[in-house]
């Protein structure tokens, strides 16, 4: 079962969080502080890692910031947890690397469905084979097939729909997509991506209509 980091300084919230998760079977450990978080970091990486922002040794953010710079943390998802609640601080904390944004107070539903939702979306990334319906990608021979007949698609194409199928079921943002799949420094029309999703869909036939185009956000396979 995977393993959970908790860092959090207030000790009630700490062992609901605890509690909860160790009853969904997850193995836990909890720190108060940032010093012991690292320390155990160095004898283990865990599966997933629930960060307070506001700690009494270290901002939270710069934890996250450090954590994407060392190679055995790089993609350990992480769950920002916090009493700030404006668009701004989650914004934020998504941007320097943190994987999902949660608010106190929260439900214990709510601390589950989120950790069930990364960890799973964390196996994705590093699963060779994708399947989604009659859609079978081949991460190892980067191929893909529907329907057991092969589809022939460029680059861009392939690694697109292999993002949208690592997430799926989640509604990707346009910049998002494009940072994925184009780089930071892309400075394309905007109509580049759209014609990318139109040809893919053309490609994958009548499994083109797994793309969903979401009005002034973006798209998301299902």
Same mark, same amino acid.
């Given at each position: 079962?995977?393993?959970?980091?908790?860092?959090?300084?207030?000790?009630?919230?700490?062992?609901?969080?605890?509690?909860?998760?160790?009853?969904?079977?997850?193995?836990?450990?909890?720190?108060d502080n940032a010093k012991d978080f690292y320390k155990k970091l160095d004898e283990k990486v865990p599966q997933l890692i629930l960060l307070d922002i506001m700690l009494p040794d270290e901002d939270g953010l710069s934890i996250v910031k450090k954590l994407r710079m060392r190679i055995e943390t790089k993609n350990v998802p992480? &769950?920002?947890? $916090? /009493?700030?609640?404006? #668009?701004?601080?989650? +914004?934020?904390?998504?941007?320097?690397?943190? !994987?999902?944004?949660?608010?106190?107070?929260?439900?214990?539903?709510?601390?589950?469905?989120?950790?069930?939702?990364? &960890?799973?979306? $964390? /196996?994705?990334?590093? #699963?060779?084979?994708? +399947?989604?319906?009659?859609?079978?990608?081949? !991460?190892?021979?980067?191929?893909?097939?529907?329907?057991?007949?092969?589809?022939?698609?460029?680059?861009?194409?392939?690694?697109?729909l292999k993002l949208l199928m690592i997430n799926s079921g989640i509604v990707l943002a346009r910049d998002v997509l494009m940072e994925k799949v184009w780089g930071t420094?892309?400075?394309?029309?905007?109509?580049?991506l759209d014609m990318h999703i139109k040809t893919l869909r053309q490609k994958l036939k009548e499994a083109g209509t797994y793309i969903k185009t979401v009005r002034n956000v973006g798209y998301m396979i299902e």
């Open positions: 079962m995977a393993a959970i980091y908790i860092v959090e300084d207030d000790q009630n919230i700490r062992e609901i969080e605890t509690y909860a998760l160790k009853n969904s079977g997850y193995v836990v450990y909890d720190f992480i &769950l920002l947890v $916090s /009493a700030k609640t404006s #668009e701004l601080d989650k +914004v934020k904390g998504l941007d320097i690397g943190a !994987d999902d944004y949660m608010t106190k107070p929260f439900g214990v539903m709510e601390l589950i469905s989120r950790v069930k939702a990364l &960890l799973r979306r $964390s /196996a994705n990334e590093n #699963e060779k084979f994708l +399947v989604l319906k009659d859609i079978f990608l081949d !991460d190892e021979k980067h191929c893909v097939y529907v329907s057991d007949e092969l589809v022939e698609l460029t680059y861009k194409e392939y690694e697109l420094d892309f400075e394309g029309e905007s109509r580049t």
